[in-house]
C-alpha cells in the first residue's frame, strides 16, 4: 500500500457522522469506515468504529455482532466478546440468526478449550436445523436451510478436529462439502450476490479443512488432491489470487510435511508475492505468517545463510512491536540455522530457551523436548569447555527420542523432524567417537554406546512407515485393535493441544488465553498417563506388537551374545564428515573405527558402481565392472575389520540409504586393474553374506523360538496381470523393474502426478520361467501353489494367509514390482504390484499394512523384481519396511533383487540356492546363495557381477 492510499483511508477514518442522517445512511457510513479498517489491518482503529456503530444503532445486529466477535478474537478482551455474543444468543429468536450465533458462538468456545460449551451450541444450532428451519418457504429459505447444514457439519468436524478425532472429523467435513455442492445449485435471482458470493467462499475453504484433517491425519496424497478441489472451486466461483491465501499457504504446509521442501518454498513465495501486491505492510501477522513458510523450508533446504538472512530482517521488521515479536521467533528454525552458520552461541541461547518452554509447556520427558533437548547437547558439543554438560544432555535426550519408555510423538513421522533426529544422532555419535581410542574401543564405555547410536540411526528412517501401517493393520486383532484406535485418539488429541499451546506461544496469545493454556497443559499431563497405560496394556498383552513399533536398539553385548562361532557383524553408518565402522565378534569384542570417506562420498561411488552393475540387458557391450570403487569400499570400511573378520565364514552387516543399494558381494579385497571377472578377489568367496536393515529386527529374528518352518515346499506369485486383458507380453533377456518413480506437479492446477499408471507397468512375462522351475526343483503342484497372470492378485494373497495355505510353506515368492509411497494417488506406504481386478472395490497393491496382517512362517520370501536404486534413498527404505513387515507376518529372511536381471542367470541363483538349501542340511541361507552365486560367477557368460549379484539376503541368514 502506497503511503498516499494510507493516508486516504486515514482520513475516511477521521470523518465524523453527518447529524440528520436516517437509519439506513447512519449503518451505510460506519459500513465505510469499517471497511477502511479492514483495508488498513487496524484492529483498534475497527474496535472504535464497531463501538461508535454500536452505540449509534444498538439495535443493529451487524455492529453488536461484529464487534462481539472481534473482541473474541482480540484475546484480552474476550471475555467482554463473549459477553456480547452471548447476548446476541439470548436476546436472538430469528431461526436463520439464532442458528448462525450458536455457530458462531461453537467456533469461539473451540478456540478456547471450552469443548462441551461448544457441543452444547452445536447441539442447540442442529435442532434448530431440524425443526425451525425447515419451515422456511421459497428460494431463500432453501438457501439458509442448505447454508445452516454447512456451516454446521464444517464446524461440527472443527469439533472433532479439535480433539483429535480426526475420522469423525473427516466424516462432517465431507458432509460439509457435500452441502456446498448443494448450496451453490441452489442460487439463483432471490438469493443476493453478497450471500452468494459468501457461501461460496465458505464452501471452497471447506475443502482447504478437508485437506487440513487429512494432513493431520496422514493422509497426505488425499490432502493434496482436496487442495486441488479447492483450487478448482475457488476458480470456477471467480475468486482471485487475494481469496487464495489461505489456500496457498496450506499447499506449502503439506508440501513441508511431505517433504517436498522446494516445493514448499516456490509456494511460500508465491503467497508472499499475493500479499505484498495487496499492499498489505510488512509488519502485520498475515506478512509475518506467510514469512514463517519460507522460513521453514530454507530449513528443510539446509540454505542456512538464505533462513539468517530472513530471521535478520523479521527481527528488523518487529523491532518495535512485542505483539509481532514471537510471531518471528521461529526458534527450531532460526537456531538450527545458527548452528550451521557459526553462530554457536546464539543457538546455544536459542535452544536453551526453547527447551525450558517445552519442559514447562509439554513436560520434560515428551519427545519434542526430547528433539530441543538434542538441538541444545549439538550447540553445546561446538564447545570443548562444555564437554561434560553436552554429553549428560546428549544422553538424556537420547533416551528420551529412543528409548522404547518414550510415547511415540507426531514428530517422529515428520520429515524435517526425521532431520533434526538423525543430525542429533550423528553429532552424538561424533562427540562419543572423539572420545574412544579405536585401539581401547572394547574397553571404552562410550564406544559401547556409540555403536547403541549408530544402530539406532540406521534403522531410524524405516520406522514411519513400519509405525503408520503397524497402526492400521491392528485393527484386524479386535483386541488390540480397540487399544491402539484409543491410543491413537489420544495421541491426536495430545498432538493437536502440543500445537495449539506453541501456536499462542507464537502468536504472542499466550498470556491473552493463559488459563485456555494453564488447562490444555492439565491436559497434555493427563493424556500422557492414559497413553501410559495404553503402553503398558500393549507391552504386556501383544509384545510382538509392541516391538514392532517400539524396537529396543541392542547393545553389542546383545548381538554378540547370539552370533555363532564363524559369524560376524558390521554396522556402517555414513555421516556428512566421515564414516563409522563398528564390527561385533561371538567373543564380544567390540571393534571400531572411523573413515574418511564422507556421505556424499559414499552416495557417488554407489553410483558409479551400480551404473556399472545394471547392465545385464547389454550382454557383451556391458562396461567392465568399477573395481576401483569396489576396492575403495572395502579398504574404507572393511578393511580395518579384516583380522577380526578372518575366521567369518558370514558376515551380518546392517547398513541403509545408499549403502544399503548394493550387494556387498561385489566389493574386491585387492585390486583387480586387469583379468577375468570370475578370477577376481571378490567378497563373496571368502564370506557368505547377509544384509539387515537394523540390528533390531536382526536381533528379533536371531531370537524366535526356533520352530519348524511351514513343510509344504513352495508358493508363488508372478507375472501379475497389471492391465486388464493384456496383449500378451514379449519376454524379454532382462526382467523389467520400475526404475522412474513418480513425478509430483506443485501446480495445483495440473494433475496431481504422472504416476507410474498401474496398466502402464513393465509386465514380467520372463518371471513365470523361474517360478515355474523353482516349482519343479521344490515339487510344488503348480496347479495349486503357483499363480500367474490374472491370479496372481493381492486377494488371492490375502486368501492364501486366511486358510492357513500360506502359513504352510517353506519359500514364498512374489515376482512382482515393489512401489513406493507416492508412486500411485493415494499410495501412503510400500506395496507390491499384484494382479489388477478390473474392480474399484478390490486394490491390486500388496501393501506394508497388508503384510503385516499375513501369517506365514517361511524360510524364505523372494521379491525378485526390485530395484533398491532411488533418490535419497527412499526405495531402499521402502524395501526395508517391506522386509521387517514380512520378519513380523513370520518370514526369517528375503532374497530381493538390487537392480533389473538377466532371467536364465537369475534362474540358476535361485534353483542353484535352493537346491544347496533343500540338499544341505548344514548350509545356512547365506551360505546357499554364496554357493549359487559362485556357481553362475564360473559361467562363462555371466562372470560380470551384473549376472551373479543382483539378489541379497536380508535378515536372518542362518538356517
Given at each position: 500500500?502506497t ?5 486516504q ?5 477521521k470523518?465524523?457522522?453527518?447529524a440528520?442522517?436516517a ?5 451505510l ?12 489491518n ?9 463501538r ?6 444498538p439495535n ?10 472481534l473482541?473474541?478474537?482480540k ?5 467482554d ?8 444468543y439470548?436476546?436472538?429468536k ?12 461453537a467456533?469461539s468456545?473451540l ?12 447441539g ?17 429459505g ?6 445452516a447444514?454447512m ?5 461440527q ?8 478425532r ?8 465431507q458432509?460439509?462439502?457435500?452441502k456446498?455442492?448443494?448450496?451453490a ?8 450476490q453478497?450471500l ?5 467462499n ?19 496424497s488425499d ?8 483450487l478448482?472451486l ?47 505492510k ?24 538464505d ?9 528488523k ?10 510471531i518471528?521467533?521461529?526458534?527450531e528454525?532460526r ?14 541461547n ?19 523436548t526430547?528433539l ?16 561434560a ?9 537420547f533416551k ?17 523432524y526425521?532431520?533434526?533426529?538423525k543430525?542429533?544422532?550423528?553429532e ?5 567417537s ?8 572394547d574397553?571404552?564405555?562410550d ?10 540411526l540406521i534403522?531410524s ?12 493393520a ?6 488390540l ?10 495421541k491426536?488429541e495430545?498432538?493437536?493441544l ?11 496469545a499466550?498470556?491473552?488465553k493463559?488459563?485456555v ?16 497405560a ?27 551374545s547370539?552370533?555363532q562361532?564363524?559369524e ?7 555421516t ?6 563398528f564390527?561385533?565378534g ?22 558409479r ?14 562396461p567392465?565392472f568399477?573395481y ?36 556387498y ?7 583387480w ?12 568367496k571368502d ?5 539387515i ?5 536382526w536381533?528379533a529374528l ?6 519348524v518352518?511351514?513343510q509344504?515346499?513352495m ?7 497389471f ?16 526404475s ?7 501446480d495445483?492446477?495440473?494433475?496431481h502426478?504422472?504416476p507410474?499408471?498401474y496398466a502402464?507397468?513393465?509386465p514380467?512375462p520372463?518371471?513365470r520361467?523361474e ?7 521344490m ?18 494373497v ?18 512382482t ?20 481386478s478390473?474392480?474399484?472395490?478390490d486394490?491390486p ?12 512362517n517361511?524360510?524364505w520370501?523372494?521379491?525378485s523384481?526390485?530395484?533398491?536404486a ?6 531402499e527404505?521402502?524395501?526395508?519396511g517391506?522386509a ?19 532371467s536364465?542367470?537369475?534362474?540358476m ?20 546363495l554364496q554357493?549359487?552365486?559362485l ?25
Amino acid at each position: 500500500m502506497t503511503p498516499a492510499a494510507e493516508a486516504q483511508l486515514r482520513d475516511v477514518l477521521k470523518q465524523a457522522l453527518p447529524a440528520g442522517l436516517a437509519d439506513k445512511e447512519v449503518g451505510l457510513h460506519y459500513q465505510k469506515l469499517e471497511e477502511a479498517t479492514f483495508k488498513l489491518n487496524d484492529r483498534n482503529e475497527r474496535e472504535r468504529v464497531l463501538r461508535e456503530w454500536y452505540r449509534a444503532q444498538p439495535n443493529n445486529l451487524a455492529p453488536r455482532w461484529n464487534l462481539g466477535m472481534l473482541l473474541i478474537e482480540k484475546g484480552s478482551a474476550a471475555p467482554d466478546g463473549f459477553g456480547i455474543m452471548e447476548g446476541i444468543y439470548q436476546d436472538t429468536k430469528e431461526p436463520i440468526a439464532a442458528m448462525r450465533v450458536r455457530i458462531k458462538l461453537a467456533e469461539s468456545y473451540l478456540e478456547y478449550g471450552k469443548y462441551q460449551n461448544a457441543q452444547r451450541m452445536l447441539g442447540e444450532a442442529n435442532a434448530l436445523i431440524a425443526e425451525d428451519l425447515k419451515r422456511q418457504r421459497g428460494p431463500e429459505g432453501r438457501y439458509w436451510q442448505v447454508r445452516a447444514q454447512m456451516e454446521f457439519a464444517i464446524t461440527q468436524a472443527r469439533y472433532f478436529q479439535y480433539q483429535g478425532r480426526y475420522s469423525e472429523a473427516l466424516k462432517f467435513s465431507q458432509q460439509g462439502l457435500t452441502k456446498g455442492v448443494e448450496l451453490a445449485a441452489s442460487h439463483d435471482r432471490s438469493v443476493s450476490q453478497w450471500l452468494a458470493n459468501f457461501s461460496r467462499n465458505l464452501h471452497a475453504n471447506a475443502a482447504v479443512s478437508h485437506a487440513m484433517i487429512q494432513m493431520q491425519m496422514g493422509a497426505t496424497s488425499d490432502a493434496e488432491e482436496s487442495l486441488r478441489s479447492a483450487l478448482a472451486l475457488f476458480t470456477s466461483y471467480g475468486f482471485t489470487d487475494q481469496h487464495l491465501w489461505h489456500l496457498y499457504r496450506t499447499t506449502a504446509d503439506l508440501y513441508f510435511i511431505q517433504g517436498r521442501f522446494q516445493d514448499s518454498l516456490d509456494t511460500a513465495n508465491k503467497v508472499k508475492a499475493m500479499v505484498a501486491a495487496s499492499g498489505l505492510k510488512e509488519n502485520t501477522a498475515q506478512s509475518l505468517w506467510t514469512v514463517n513458510r519460507v522460513v521453514r523450508a530454507l530449513a528443510g533446504l539446509e540454505r542456512w545463510q538464505d533462513l539468517v538472512a530472513q530471521t535478520d530482517q523479521l527481527d528488523k521488521i518487529t523491532a518495535n512491536d512485542p505483539a509481532l515479536k514471537p510471531i518471528a521467533a521461529l526458534t527450531e528454525y532460526r537456531a538450527f540455522a545458527y548452528l550451521q552458520t557459526g553462530r554457536t552461541q546464539a543457538a546455544e541461547n536459542w535452544y536453551r530457551g526453547y527447551l525450558n518452554w517445552a519442559v514447562a509447556n509439554i513436560g520434560a520427558q515428551a519427545y519434542a523436548t526430547g528433539l530441543s533437548r538434542g538441538m541444545y547437547a549439538v550447540a553445546l558439543s561446538r564447545n570443548p569447555a562444555k564437554s561434560a554438560q553436552a554429553k549428560t544432555e546428549f544422553e538424556s535426550a537420547f533416551k528420551t527420542l529412543s528409548d522404547a519408555e518414550t510415547l511415540p510423538d507426531v514428530n517422529q513421522e515428520h520429515p524435517f523432524y526425521l532431520k533434526v533426529k538423525k543430525k542429533i544422532y550423528k553429532e552424538y555419535l561424533g562427540f562419543l567417537s572423539r572420545t574412544t581410542k579405536p585401539s581401547e574401543a572394547d574397553k571404552q564405555t562410550d564406544a559401547g554406546q556409540a555403536f547403541v547410536v549408530a544402530n539406532t540411526l540406521i534403522s531410524s528412517s524405516v520406522q514411519k512407515a513400519i509405525g503408520e501401517a503397524a497402526a492400521r493393520a491392528s485393527i484386524t486383532q479386535p483386541a488390540l485393535g480397540e487399544i491402539a484406535r484409543a491410543d491413537q485418539d489420544a495421541k491426536s488429541e495430545l498432538a493437536f493441544l502440543v500445537q495449539f499451546i506453541n501456536n499462542q506461544s507464537m502468536s504472542g496469545a499466550a498470556a491473552d488465553k493463559a488459563q485456555v493454556v494453564s488447562d490444555m497443559r492439565l491436559r497434555v499431563q493427563e493424556l500422557d498417563k492414559t497413553r501410559k497405560a495404553y503402553k503398558l496394556k500393549i507391552e504386556k498383552e501383544f509384545p510382538d506388537y509392541f516391538q514392532l513399533l517400539q524396537p529396543r536398539t541392542p547393545t553389542s553385548s546383545d548381538i554378540a551374545s547370539v552370533l555363532q562361532p564363524k559369524e560376524y557383524f558390521l554396522a556402517i553408518v555414513p555421516t556428512e564428515d566421515q564414516t563409522y565402522v563398528f564390527g561385533v565378534g561371538p567373543d564380544g569384542g567390540l571393534h571400531f573405527h572411523r573413515s574418511a570417506l564422507t556421505q556424499s562420498e559414499v552416495a557417488q561411488t554407489v553410483k558409479r558402481l551400480r551404473a556399472s552393475l545394471d547392465v545385464a540387458g547389454l550382454g557383451p557391450r556391458a562396461p567392465r565392472f568399477r573395481y576401483d570403487d569396489a576396492y575403495r569400499l572395502y579398504q574404507e570400511l572393511l578393511a580395518p575389520q579384516a583380522s577380526y573378520m578372518a575366521g567369518a565364514q558370514q558376515l551380518i552387516i546392517a547398513a541403509s540409504g545408499d549403502l544399503g543399494q548394493i550387494p556387498y558381494a561385489v566389493l574386491v579385497n585387492a585390486p583387480w586393474p586387469q583379468g577375468a571377472d570370475k578370477d577376481a578377489p571378490w567378497l563373496i568367496k571368502d564370506h557368505a553374506i547377509s544384509q539387515i536393515s537394523s540390528a533390531q529386527s536382526w536381533l528379533a529374528l536371531r531370537k524366535m523360538p526356533k520352530t519348524v518352518s511351514g513343510q509344504a515346499s513352495m508358493i508363488a506369485w508372478g507375472d501379475p496381470s497389471f492391465a486388464m486383458n493384456p496383449a500378451a507380453a514379449q519376454k524379454n533377456g532382462v526382467r523389467a523393474v520400475v526404475s522412474t518413480r513418480a513425478v509430483r506437479s506443485a501446480d495445483l492446477s495440473q494433475p496431481h502426478v504422472d504416476p507410474v499408471t498401474y496398466a502402464a507397468l513393465p509386465p514380467l512375462p520372463e518371471t513365470r520361467d523361474e517360478v515355474l522351475a523353482l516349482a519343479r526343483l521344490m515339487k510344488s503342484n503348480t496347479a495349486t501353489d503357483v499363480l500367474l497372470g490374472d491370479k496372481a492378485t493381492r486377494v488371492s494373497v490375502l486368501q492364501s494367509s486366511d486358510s492357513g495355505q500360506l502359513k504352510t510353506k517353506k519359500v514364498v515368492v512374489f515376482a512382482t514390482h515393489g512401489l513406493l509411497a507416492g508412486d500411485l494417488p493415494g499410495l501412503s506406504e510400500p506395496a507390491l504390484a499384484m494382479a489388477s481386478s478390473g474392480s474399484r472395490d478390490d486394490s491390486p497393491l500388496l501393501t506394508l499394512q497388508d503384510v503385516l496382517g499375513l501369517r506365514m512362517n517361511a524360510d524364505w520370501v523372494i521379491l525378485s523384481a526390485c530395484n533398491t536404486a532411488g533418490a535419497d534413498g527412499k526405495n531402499e527404505e521402502a524395501l526395508s519396511g517391506l522386509a521387517r513387515g514380512f520378519f513380523y507376518a513370520g518370514a526369517k529372511s528375503l532374497l530381493v533383487t538390487h537392480w533389473s536381471v538377466e532371467s536364465e542367470s537369475a534362474m540358476m541363483i535361485t534353483t542353484e540356492t535352493f537346491k544347496v538349501y533343500g540338499a544341505e542340511n548344514q548350509s545356512t541361507r547365506a551360505q546357499s546363495l554364496q554357493r549359487g552365486m559362485l556357481k553362475v560367477m564360473q559361467d562363462a557368460r555371466f562372470g560380470h557381477p551384473a549376472y551373479w549379484a543382483p539378489y541379497a539376503l536380508v535378515g536372518e541368514g542362518g538356517r
